[in-house]
């Protein structure tokens, strides 16, 4: 046990060490720091603890206790996050950073952009990408993007790294200001415009923003009306206030942003179409947090280092606390995330934030079900473990990208998560010859097939299998199951037949039902190649399967087989699907492009 433990903390923290209840120090391990260089002289934490803090905390632990955290600074002044875990008659003494955000952001590559302006993942760097060039240029932009995912902090980006940082940005919430304000808000007015007019006039935002940028927010909202007058300031770049005869040039560039679809808009004919294509010219969609979950521990930091800053404290979060964020869904995204942070902040009265007070003010999030598979017959059951664990392992490292978020969310250690997760990305990946890499494309093919033929299976009715097994020269009987056999064809460009076989008493296979021009007539034993029959008593003793490529006298074919069974469990036939050369070959060149094998 005690080793258990020292591999799945060192998975979790810097640097640990282990020491008795007496504190006498057992062992140290962990990364290379020269925090925690030349540490292994000393015999005793708290002489340990002399040396390398200003305040010792063991002296402070509560032996009661299975978890306690404490904040401790270097004589260098590093802020260093302490967790102490007792076990049986041992204390693991596990030790993290705790970067203040200013360095953080520093070390983080973000060439020409400001420090607010998060870019720690993929997505974001395509965004980042497609932010300068526009930016360098003075294009009209539509940022597109749900709510709250920082579409008016790209734009400010815009503004900042262009060459027109120096002159005004503008910007107007077009679902913020009544229609009947609206114009007035762009366009401005001259003294004497209109009843209630401000004296003296007011210029308006397109002139206000004359050499600048001029940021449209929720153009969507614009009226239809107003859109006229906006596309030709747009094409012209020329203005004319309200009340007035006189027109005025504008240099503007112009970034809308909207979380709607536009397209929908203008097929509905709410939003004109001329003004979209005007509006279009670069688009940039910004993704939502939930596809770059790995940003959140930068996008947190960033707030907490404003909001020490406003609030005259000196909170931070542990690395659990951070996990427990990056495991939420954010429907709100940045806006959402910075709001809890705040809130974190305001209520918690402690100077570290752990996961345990985040689940006090932030219930742990459940995530919706989906429909079960409809696997409810029997199959090897280290197959189908096989088959379940590696969908959900791909599936949350597909979601989370990180294998401590994707261990945490399946609730196993992180060794485990990574090298499982290893199996999987060698098997997709390994074999440099043509024939190791066909195996492996065959193995995730085959698996799709299997899954075909066992779901159909399932939904196979035992009472029509039945009458049709009870006469196979009444057609009548087996109708059904051809009717719907004939359809799975036609629905089913890949398969060519689907048929129904039941095993007599002398172990002889015969032919039930299938779908329309099988080859083999009802009634009629079928007796085919060595691998076929193989995968076919193998399902009539319970177990699906799938055949490699064979020839027989009709063609070469990959047929999945799997037991029909009845109420109480017992096999009463099999069913199996026949698919032509071609369609497996086909299918194996689109596996490649998507696995990123090449054939």
Request: glycine letters at 6%; hydrophobic letters at 40%; proline letters at 5%.
């Amino acid at each position: 046990m005690h080793m258990e433990w020292k591999s799945i903390l060192l998975h979790l923290y810097d640097y640990l060490i282990v020491t008795t209840d007496e504190g006498i120090v057992c062992s140290t391990d962990g990364n290379d720091d020269p925090l925690f260089a030349n540490i292994s002289r000393y015999k005793n934490i708290e002489e340990l603890e002399t040396k390398l803090f200003t305040e010792g905390i063991y002296s402070q632990l509560n032996k009661d206790f299975k978890k306690q955290v404490y904040r401790q600074t270097t004589w260098m002044g590093i802020d260093v996050l302490t967790t102490v875990f007792k076990e049986k008659n041992h204390f693991y003494f596990a030790y993290t950073h705790l970067i203040p955000p200013y360095i953080e952001a520093e070390n983080h590559e973000r060439t020409d952009f400001t420090s607010s302006f998060i870019v720690n993942s993929q997505p974001m760097e395509e965004v980042a990408s497609k932010l300068k060039k526009v930016a360098a240029v003075g294009v009209t932009v539509l940022l597109l993007g749900e709510s709250g995912v920082g579409k008016e902090m790209a734009a400010k980006t815009i503004h900042q790294i262009g060459s027109r940082s120096d002159k005004p940005f503008v910007s107007i919430n077009c679902g913020a200001i009544p229609e009947n304000l609206l114009e007035s808000e762009l366009f401005g007015f001259v003294d004497g415009a209109f009843t209630g007019a401000k004296k003296g006039g007011v210029e308006g935002k397109f002139r206000q923003a004359h050499t600048g940028i001029l940021f449209l927010d929720e153009v969507a909202e614009l009226p239809l009306s107003l859109q006229v007058k906006i596309l030709r300031a747009l094409e012209e770049r020329v203005i004319t206030p309200i009340g007035s005869s006189k027109s005025y040039p504008v240099d503007i560039q112009v970034v809308a942003a909207t979380n709607k679809p536009l397209e929908e808009a203008v097929a509905k004919g709410e939003f004109r179409a001329d003004l979209y294509y005007r509006l279009n010219v670069v688009p940039i969609m910004i993704p939502p947090l939930r596809d770059r979950v790995e940003e959140i521990p930068s996008l947190v930091q960033h707030f907490i280092q404003k909001l020490n800053v406003r609030y005259h404290k000196q909170v931070s979060f542990s690395p659990d606390a951070l996990d427990y964020l990056c495991l939420q869904p954010w429907h709100g995204n940045i806006r959402e995330l910075e709001n809890t942070v705040d809130r974190l902040m305001v209520l918690s009265n402690t100077s570290i934030i752990t996961s345990s007070l985040i689940e006090q003010i932030i219930p742990p999030t459940i995530p919706s079900r989906v429909s079960s598979p409809m696997i409810n017959q029997l199959m090897p059951l280290q197959e189908a473990v096989e088959m379940v664990e590696e969908e959900l392992i791909t599936m949350a490292m597909e979601q989370y990208k990180s294998v401590k978020l994707a261990s945490n969310i399946l609730g196993i250690s992180q060794p485990t998560m990574s090298r499982k997760y290893k199996k999987i990305r060698d098997m997709q990946k390994s074999g440099n010859s043509q024939l190791s890499k066909r195996r492996i494309l065959e193995e995730q093919l085959n698996k799709h097939l299997r899954s075909i033929t066992i779901v159909t299976a399932v939904a196979i009715s035992p009472e029509e299998v039945r009458n049709a097994v009870k006469d196979t020269s009444n057609a009548a009987l087996r109708a059904p199951l051809s009717q719907k056999f004939t359809a799975i064809h036609q629905q089913e460009g890949g398969i060519k037949w689907v048929f129904v076989f039941q095993m007599q008493a002398d172990g002889k296979v015969m032919h039930v039902a299938a779908s329309d021009d099988f080859v083999i007539n009802p009634g009629e034993e079928y007796i085919g190649p060595p691998e076929v029959m193989k995968v076919i008593y193998e399902a009539f003793k319970g177990k699906s399967g799938v055949t490699p490529l064979y020839e027989d006298e009709y063609g070469i074919w990959k047929s999945s087989i799997a037991p029909l069974y009845d109420e109480n469990g017992h096999i009463i036939a099999i069913i199996g699907f026949d698919y032509s050369e071609e369609y497996v070959n086909s299918e194996l060149q689109r596996l490649s492009k998507q696995l990123n094998i090449t054939l």
